[in-house]
């Protein structure tokens, strides 16, 4: 079916009639781009022309071959739903809650697939990322705590995802590297990911969907292997239950839904196919291909998790190693309690986990390049900026593994810790960019419309409520002393009134719109 790009609510997250010049801004990538010093570019792949003929300003008919061309980003991005952090949340989750928490498991991973298609709107209809953009938007002083913000959410996230990694590489190895053995192994993963990016995004792509498969295959294996009950599943996607046992690891599962750092990271993924944003149907095309691709990978990511969730509620739910489990242990546990079987599931669960670790620190890497070159538009070259930024996470998180490797219920504190630190700078990466999408200035005619506006901002508030409730019930249990709980006060007094700062920008923007609409 044949769609026109002027419609009101053309394409699957709907358009808006009102149209300015500043959209026909030519972002369009030359070869001149694709140089280190360059803006902070992914180089660009040539979408090929239908064979059947375009017709101008009109969305050309689907096509399986063009779905083809654009697939690739969505599923790097979706490799933050898969992280080590989430795959703590998720054993625990089944662990302590059983089957009654998947259905706000699918549920949050839907809030966490909207809010990168927002993403991936902004990226597609700009040609330029989040961070290029809030740069531009904003003042100094705001720029320069936007992207201390974003660098801390991407160190914490990275830690975990280093030492979810290094617990691999030990169990693996049988235990013979030890666990800053394993951090600086997987450390080295930015020369891999600097190796194949100068072959092509293309084999970077595939690459990670190598990555993705073998999680996909391990954790296929170890529910096959473990058999769930499947009508206790259905029951648990579709009817949604919560106890007072369960409430914290329910917010547990809404909060870690949304990373931070893979927010920046989409917008710049999406803009590895040229496309000329002076031509309205090819931008829409693309929002078309993109949403549908992303929409799948998530679909796969959920699917994992899900896995997941239902192996451990299925061995440990009810048990009395249910709130002793973790990362750590999680392997042991599996073993103890299934057994060898043809291959050993503790290492099944160990290749899944490798993976995972492996995947999220890569697109770590990678999202640490446009976060730092978009905030601060330095211009060096792509292996210095690689190094610099994996540095940035791979020395904390030697020392983290050293101190914290005396025990195992160190590394769940410190994986609390990561948690809430991540949690608190979800609000600095959701807030500018549903401001940004919502800027008829910015996007043009492919501004989002009010009821998704609406939508996105409810489900933006809703999880910084959770996230803030899980900061608060931290901090009341941790904060101990006087000039402690002063210094924490203070610091919570700045990060409140950031907030309503940025809030406020969304307000003033909205006014400034409705008068554009008046004057003309």
């Given amino acids: 079916m044949v769609n026109s790009p002027t419609s009101e609510h053309n394409g699957i997250l709907g358009i808006n009639k009102h149209e300015t010049k500043d959209q026909e801004s030519n972002y369009l990538l030359s070869d001149d781009d694709n140089d280190d010093e360059a803006k902070d570019k992914i180089l660009a792949i040539e979408i090929e022309k239908a064979d059947t003929g375009d017709v101008p300003g009109v969305v050309p008919p689907f096509s399986w071959r063009k779905l083809w061309e654009f697939t690739g980003p969505g599923f790097l991005m979706s490799v933050a739903f898969l992280d080590p952090g989430n795959l703590e949340g998720d054993l625990q989750a089944g ?8 259905w706000l498991l699918m549920w949050s991973t839907f809030m966490g697939l909207l809010i990168q298609l927002l993403s991936l709107r902004l990226g597609v209809a700009t040609g330029r990322h989040l961070a290029e953009i809030c740069r531009e938007e904003y003042p100094n002083w705001a720029r320069i705590l936007l992207w201390l913000m974003a660098e801390v959410a991407l160190i914490g996230a990275d830690i975990q995802e280093v030492i979810g990694s290094a617990i691999a590489i030990k169990i693996l190895s049988r235990g013979v590297i030890p666990l800053w053995g394993g951090v600086l192994i997987t450390a080295s993963d930015c020369f891999i990911f600097l190796f194949l990016e100068n072959y092509g995004v293309r084999k970077l792509e595939a690459f990670f969907a190598v990555l993705i498969s073998t999680m996909a295959l391990s954790f296929a294996w170890m529910f096959a292997d473990t058999r769930p009950s499947s009508k206790e599943l259905i029951i648990g996607l579709l009817l949604p239950r919560l106890s007072s046992k369960t409430i914290q690891k329910a917010v547990g599962v809404v909060g870690c839904v949304i990373t931070p750092h893979n927010v920046f990271l989409y917008s710049a ?25 992303s929409s799948f990978a998530v679909f796969v990511s959920f699917s994992i998790n899900l896995m997941v969730t239902a192996v451990f509620a299925k061995g440990f739910y009810g048990t009395p190693r249910a709130d002793t489990i973790g990362l750590v242990n999680a392997g042991q546990y599996l073993q103890e309690r299934y057994g060898g079987g043809l291959f050993p599931i503790l290492y099944i669960w160990g290749i899944g986990l490798l993976a995972a670790g492996q995947s999220s620190t890569m697109t770590g890497t990678y999202a640490g390049q446009f976060i730092m070159g978009g905030f601060l538009n330095l211009q060096m070259k792509k292996w210095i900026r690689s190094v610099i930024t994996r540095s940035c996470a791979i020395v904390p998180t030697i020392i983290v593994a050293i101190y914290f490797n005396r025990s195992e219920d160190s590394l769940d504190v410190l994986n609390e810790w990561l948690n809430v630190l991540q949690g608190m700078q979800i609000p600095f990466a959701i807030i500018p960019l549903i401001t940004l999408v919502s800027n008829e200035q910015i996007m043009g005619v492919f501004k989002i419309g009010k009821l998704m506006e609406r939508t996105v901002w409810t489900v933006a508030a809703l999880v910084i409520m959770i996230n803030g409730y899980v900061m608060l019930s931290f901090f009341l249990s941790e904060v101990n002393g006087l000039l402690f709980g002063f210094v924490v006060c203070m ?3 700045a990060y409140v009134v950031f907030l309503v700062y940025l809030i406020s920008r969304r307000h003033n923007q909205a006014e400034l719109n409705g008068f554009t609409h008046l004057t003309n």
């Fill in 95 to 102: 662990a302590i809650a059983g089957y009654s928490l998947l």
């Fill in 491 to 493: 610091v919570a007094s």
């Fill in 269 to 293: 993924l999406v803009q590895s196919r040229k496309i000329d944003p002076k031509k309205k149907e090819k931008v829409q095309e693309a929002l078309n291909y993109y949403t549908v691709e």
